[in-house]
């Protein structure tokens, strides 16, 4: 079993290797919308990918105001 | 006419398939333009002279842009064009083009060719109904199904409803509907929408190599296959077009309509 901080290094990890932004330029707490740069179509394949990743169906209203890599994290661990 | 290069979408007949390419900027909005396309294409598959259906076994539709196969109807479009007008013009706009667009779709779901929609990134809307009215859909693991149309005060207007009720549990229908979550295409497959998902960037490679497949079989039975095997709603398609003009002329949806133009948010599909 994943556990939280597992869980959340694996999205950082996953989510600079998918966008091409240095990992370390990531941290937990940061706007994932305004670290990575990404719109709307975007945002749609960052929650493609982790599904895929992570074999978890995120509905995307429970994802509506979340925008740090931890809250998304803790979304993501209560499904695992 | 074995050929055609429009603004939206462009086509070619080659060893038995044709293979049709969405590729309006930003991701395939159907709007006018896009109509008036499928309509020149639909015309040339009922063009007597023209052979393009009778030289051919497989259909599939794809797009050429990296943003997915199709984000829906053109929103902008509608609401813009909505303003321009006065209520009762705008509400026989919208069933115009809504009934135009069904005789497209309808005419492509009733082809004797077996379709296939090749389908990578967003699939939303108007795009996931442009990939039901096809007799197989083959999905790139990273598209992303959705009929987000609640959520603006509507339902799917170009024959969502009855083409997914054709081909899922109902349960899940009203799940999908109402709830207006987007899934993935490993749930689109769970649930028995999706006959292939393939890994990113091969989706119309398999589509090919499936097309190729279906070109060793003898036509005619694949087409009286398909005639047995998959009905056309056509009473719930009309359904569809009162249902949808009735919900549009409320004044929610103009809201819903203004709020998703004029959002900037990384999120603009949700309310």
Redesign the interface.
């Known amino acids: 079993m994943k556990t939280a901080e597992n869980t959340l290094d694996e999205i950082l990890t996953l989510a600079a290797a998918h966008f091409k932004v240095p990992r370390e330029k990531l941290s937990p707490d940061e706007d994932f919308?305004k670290a990575l740069g990404?719109?709307?179509?975007q945002?749609?394949?960052l929650?493609?990918?982790l599904?895929?990743h992570f074999r978890v169906?995120l509905?995307?209203?429970e994802?509506?105001g979340v925008s740090d890599f931890r809250t998304l994290a803790g979304k993501i661990q209560a499904r695992l | 006419m074995k050929q055609f290069k429009g603004e939206a979408l462009s086509w070619e007949l080659a060893n038995g398939v044709i293979e049709l390419a969405l590729h309006r900027e930003p991701c395939n909005e159907l709007g006018s333009v896009s109509l008036v396309e499928l309509e020149q294409f639909a015309a040339a598959l009922d063009d007597p002279e023209g052979d393009l259906e009778k030289d051919a076994h497989a259909l599939i539709l794809y797009s050429d842009l990296k943003c997915g196969f199709c984000a829906g109807a053109d929103l902008r479009e509608l609401f813009e064009r909505s303003q321009a007008m006065d209520k009762p013009q705008a509400l026989q706009g919208v069933r115009d083009f809504l009934e135009r667009i069904h005789r497209v779709l309808n005419r492509i779901d009733a082809s004797p060719l077996t379709t296939i929609a090749a389908v990578h990134g967003v699939t939303f809307g108007g795009g996931f109904e442009l990939a039901l009215v096809c007799d197989l859909i083959i999905a790139d693991k990273m598209a992303r199904f959705c009929f987000p149309e609640l959520r603006l005060g509507l339902i799917p207007g170009f024959g969502g409803i009855p083409r997914l009720k054709r081909d899922l549990g109902n349960a899940v229908v009203r799940d999908l509907l109402l709830t207006g979550r987007s899934f993935n295409a490993g749930k689109a497959q769970q649930i028995g929408l999706v006959s292939q998902v393939v890994g990113e960037g091969e989706a119309l490679r398999a589509a090919r190599a499936t097309a190729a497949q279906l070109g060793k079989f003898d036509r005619y039975t694949a087409a009286a296959a398909k005639k047995f095997i998959k009905p056309i709603p056509y009473d719930d398609l009309r359904n569809e077009i009162d249902i949808f003009c009735e919900l549009f002329s409320r004044p929610a949806v103009q809201a819903g309509l203004k709020r998703f133009v004029e959002s900037t948010g990384a999120q603009p599909y949700l309310p």
Not at chain 1, 38 to 41: N, Y
Request: glycine fraction near 0%.
């Open positions: 919308f990404i719109d709307s179509l945002t749609l394949d929650l493609t990918k599904e895929n169906e509905p995307d209203y994802l509506q």
